[in-house]
C-alpha cells in the first residue's frame, strides 16, 4: 500500500497486534476505518469442531475482535474497550477456505457501545453469511 | 481411574477427540455425565487478548464445547448436536492459571435443548467465576 | 388501500389479530411482505418504566411479533411460527410519541428462522433507533 | 405481614410503582430482598399471542423488572437502574394461570450488574420453567 496508513488503522493495529490469540491463529486485520472493522482467517484443520468445520468459538473470536474494534475505532484516541457481552447466530455451517467477520457500529457511547458483525464464508469465489453477532462493548480511559 | 467410563462419557469424549481445536488449545475434557459437562483450559500466553487475558472467543470456545455435550449427555445415542445460537456476559477478565467451562441442561429437547455454562478462573486456589454463557443447541441423528 | 392485500398480508394479519396482546398495547401491523414485517405502537403512559419512557418489555412485544411474523412471511404457506430466543439491546431511552419495529429475516430455514429488528421511537418528524433484536424463530406446520 | 418490609423492599416497591406498565398487566412485585427479585402476574387473556399462551414479550417484561430490581436491590441507596440488554430463551408455551419471574443476581457492579431470570408458570399446584433471561444492568447515580 503506497498511502499511509489512517490514524484510525494504525491505532487499532497497535491494540490487534497485542491480540497474541490473533497471530496464533493466523487471523488478519484487513479493514479497519471509522466505524467499520474486518478480520479474516483462513481455514485450518486444526480449528475445527466435530464435522471439519471452524469452531463456533473460532468464528466468535474473530467476530468478537471486530466488534471490539470496530467500537474502538470509532471512540476518541486514548481509549481501551473491553467486551461486556455478545450474543452469536450460527447461520450456516462454517465451511469454507477463508473466513471474515464485517463489524460496524451500532451505537457509540461514551461507556458502551454496540457493534454487530456478520461473519462470511468464502469459497471458490463465493461468500456465504454463516454467522451474526451482536456485541455490548465498554470503553475505558486508557492509563497514561 | 481404576472404574470404567461411563457411557455417556464415552460417547462425550470420542466427539471430543475430533473437535481438532480442543487439542490446539490443550483443552482437557473434565467431566462428562448426564446433564453436566466440563471443559478446562490451561492458560497460554499464545491466546491472550491484548491485556494479557485469555481472549473472550477463547473462553467461548470452550463454554460452547461444553455445552453442546452436555446437551448431547441427555440425548438418546445416534445424536450430534450443533450449535444455533449463543450469548455469553463476560464477568471479569479472564485472568488465572487455569479455565473451567462447567455446563449443565436447563431443556432437553427432541429437535431443541438449552444449556448454561459458567466459566471459572482458578488462581492460587480460588475460583472466580469470569463468564456466564446461555446456549441454543439442536440436535440431529446420527446418519448411519 | 385501493389495491387487494397481498396474500402475504392477509396470511400475517389473520394471526396477527390473534394476538390479543396486540390489541390490548394498540400496536398496529403496518407493514407485511415477503421477509419484512413492521409493527407500530402509540406511546401510552400507562405502558412506561420508572422514568416515563415505553418499558423495555412492551418495546420487545412489538419487536418479538415483527420477527416472527417477518420469519413466518418467507415460509410456504400452513406454517405457525414460535420463538426459541431473542435478544435485545436497548441503544436509547424508549422516548417518543410512537413506536415502530420493523424486521427482516437473515436466514430462513425449514426449522429455524434468524430475524432482526429495529425500533425506533418517532418523535417531532424524527426517528431514532431505541432498540437492536435477533430473534430465533422455529416453524412448525399447522394442524389442519 | 406484621414486620415491616425491609428498605430494600421499600426501595424496590417504590419504584415498581412508578413502572405504570406493571399496574396495567397486573403485575406485583411478590419479593425483593438483598440480590433477589420475584414479579407475579395471573394470566389474561388478553395479553396472549396466537394460540393463546401468554405472549413472550410480557413474559420478557416481568423478567426485565425483575432483573433490573434484582441488580438495584444489590446496589447501595440513591441509584437507579436501566436495562443495557437482554437475551431470553422461551423454554416451554407459557401455559398456565399465573407466572413468576425469579431474578438473582450473578456479578453486581458499580456501572454494570449481570442479572438472571427464570420464569416459572404455575398450573394446579405445579411450576414449570418456561424462559429464561440474562440481562445487563446498568447504574446511574439518581440525581437530588
Known amino acids: 500500500m503506497a498511502a499511509p496508513p489512517s490514524d484510525v488503522y494504525s491505532r487499532i493495529?497497535?491494540?490487534f497486534r497485542k491480540q497474541t490469540v490473533m497471530t496464533t491463529l493466523g487471523a488478519e486485520l484487513v479493514l479497519a476505518e471509522q466505524g467499520r472493522v474486518s478480520i479474516r482467517l483462513a481455514y485450518r484443520d486444526d480449528l475445527t469442531q466435530q464435522n471439519g468445520y471452524l469452531h463456533a468459538g473460532i468464528v466468535s473470536t474473530i467476530a468478537d475482535s471486530a466488534c471490539g474494534y470496530a467500537a474502538l475505532s470509532a471512540l476518541p484516541q486514548g481509549h481501551?474497550?473491553?467486551?461486556?457481552?455478545?450474543k452469536i447466530n450460527l447461520l450456516s455451517p462454517a465451511k469454507g477456505t477463508a473466513f471474515r467477520a464485517d463489524a460496524c457500529v451500532i451505537r457509540s457511547g461514551k461507556t458502551l457501545s454496540v457493534c454487530r458483525a456478520e461473519v462470511?464464508?468464502?469459497q471458490d469465489?463465493?461468500?456465504t453469511a454463516i454467522a451474526a453477532m451482536t456485541a455490548t462493548i465498554f470503553a475505558v480511559?486508557?492509563?497514561?
Request: net charge negative; hydrophobic share 35%; no cysteine.
Open 125 to 127: 469465489g463465493n461468500e
Open 141 to 144: 480511559a486508557e492509563r497514561s
Open 80 to 86: 481501551e474497550v473491553l467486551t461486556v457481552e455478545y
Open 120 to 122: 462470511f464464508a468464502e
Open 13 to 15: 493495529e497497535a491494540s
